[in-house]
């Protein structure tokens, strides 16, 4: 074999890959958009988080601290498995390391699940709801900008309802834009409206709300447990070796206790702190965020007394840690709506007028005139289907131009309109699709029956050809024909 002959296959195959793969005409586009699949909620998310697995973790966007959590109790407990325990199971009983076990997967379950779930976020409205809520709100405003002077500024927009007596009101979202219901509040590192919003934590990568506070409160108790339970038995194991060896020699010989030791010395006060914090809270079914404003008051007979404490601090405990799990209501995973498409125009120019009324009135006045002209097409085709009989003494001479016979002896069969047009006859409705006026240069334009033939209508073997019409009709007379047929014909179709 040639090396010419070798070598011309291996040029083609090599040409088609680099054509295939490099090809970008516009027709690959949808197809590739196709293959990607359908676009979910999350990924186009407006809140500021993070999300991972396909939408099934949402944390927030900052979540530096909580790598440092993870970290600061998985090196913990690391080292006193590692160094405490064997010392400890012996002298003392296995059963320290199996319930250090238990406190560190609890410890760490909770915390996963209080930092990867939906504190509660509220969906934003949508633009119509925006837009309806928007006008309502409008309307009282400018009733009360109306009766005041030009700078006033109307108060902040509020709504108010009764909750077990006590008057509550709802905060108007400028972001998400909804009136918050109660207990709900706006959380500007996240930026989401969180229902029941306790308070973000940084600790944890997430805000804490209705769907993950249980989480949250069983994840600083049991930490609480768990540092009291490593620290007591670090200094345990320092003072039985001390007892041996001497308390210098017992701190050489297990270093790592004494790194142990400090840890939970400085993390042990305000871990425990911030679980007896959130105890009282449970028990006055309060949140953090309304403690801190001062909102409510533990006594019923004051006038701000909490209306969502059930009186009982037993019952309270029981809503907050055992009652029934909200579901998400922003669907992060679920798929977005398509687009409903727009329906384009039909080949032949005939509007297609199945689009929603905010699509028709998207037309221009190019795409407008477009349609005219083939709806003038159509209905003025059926009258020039017919060949005209053309004698030898009817044949235009040189110099002469004649427009008797060919145009008078058409036959005019019944047109067929559009769907979308009105019915037009033969004489009548030709006549009202081409109006007709006067030029200021003295050009006489003539009536659909002496009309000659326009090109492309007749068959190809009739000798009335395109020149013999352009000595018919002149440039200038052409284009007003066609200027006032569109005119009609837009003033037509707009009826």
Not at 252 to 263: C, G, H, N
Not at 385 to 411: D, F, N, R, Y
């Amino acid at each position: 074999m040639s090396p010419g002959g070798g070598s011309g296959p291996m040029k083609d195959c090599e040409y088609s890959q680099i054509s295939t793969h490099s090809s970008s005409s516009p027709m690959e586009s949808p197809h590739k958009k196709k293959q990607a699949g359908p676009q979910r909620k999350w990924e186009v998310f407006p809140g500021r988080n993070k999300f991972f697995c396909n939408g099934r973790i949402m944390m927030a966007r900052q979540t530096g601290v909580f790598y440092l959590t993870v970290v600061l109790i998985l090196v913990t407990s690391g080292l006193f498995f590692a160094f405490d325990c064997p010392y400890l199971s012996e002298k003392i009983t296995p059963a320290i390391p199996a319930i250090g076990g238990i406190l560190f997967f609890f410890v760490m379950g909770t915390l996963l699940r209080t930092s990867f779930s939906d504190p509660g976020v509220l969906p934003r409205a949508t633009p119509d709801e925006a837009a309806d809520l928007e006008r309502q709100i409008g309307n009282t405003e400018d009733i009360a900008n109306g009766s005041s002077s030009g700078g006033y500024r109307p108060p902040p927009r509020t709504k108010e309802v009764i909750i077990n007596g006590q008057t509550v009101k709802l905060k108007y979202c400028f972001t998400c834009k909804i009136f918050r219901p109660p207990r709900a509040s706006h959380c500007s590192l996240c930026d989401n409206c969180v229902e029941r919003f306790d308070h973000h934590c940084p600790w944890v990568g997430n805000c804490v709300g209705k769907r993950n506070y249980r989480f949250f409160y069983m994840f600083i108790l049991s930490l609480s447990f768990l540092t009291v339970f490593i620290f007591a038995f670090v200094i345990t194991h320092v003072i039985l070796r001390s007892q041996q060896t001497g308390f210098l020699n017992a701190l050489k010989d297990s270093p790592a206790s004494v790194l142990e030791a400090v840890v939970c010395f400085f993390s042990v006060w305000s871990i425990v702190g911030l679980s007896g914090f959130h105890t009282y809270l449970i028990s006055s079914n309060q949140t953090t965020n309304e403690d801190i404003k001062g909102s409510w008051s533990n006594k019923r007979g004051k006038e701000n007394y909490n209306p969502y404490s059930y009186g009982n601090i037993f019952t309270n405990c029981c809503a907050a840690l055992c009652g029934p799990l909200s579901p998400s209501l922003i669907d992060r995973r679920g798929f977005l709506q398509p687009d409903t498409p727009q329906l384009a125009a039909p080949s032949n120019g005939i509007t297609m007028y199945g689009a929603t009324q905010s699509q028709s009135n998207m037309c221009d006045q190019d795409q407008c005139i477009q349609s005219t002209k083939f709806v003038l097409q159509a209905a003025a085709t059926p009258l020039l289907q017919s060949e005209p009989s053309i004698t030898s003494e009817e044949l235009p001479l040189p110099g002469k131009t004649t427009i008797s016979a060919p145009c008078a002896t058409l036959t005019l069969g019944q047109p067929t309109p559009p769907s979308s047009m009105p019915n037009l006859t033969s004489e009548t409705g030709l006549t009202d699709m081409l109006p007709l006026k006067e030029e200021h240069e003295g050009h006489q334009f003539l009536t659909p029956e002496e009309a000659p033939s326009p090109p492309g209508m007749l068959p190809t073997g009739s000798p009335i050809t395109h020149s013999h019409t352009m000595h018919v009709l002149s440039l200038a007379s052409q284009d007003s024909l066609h200027e006032d047929s569109v005119r009609g014909l837009v003033k037509l179709s707009s009826v």
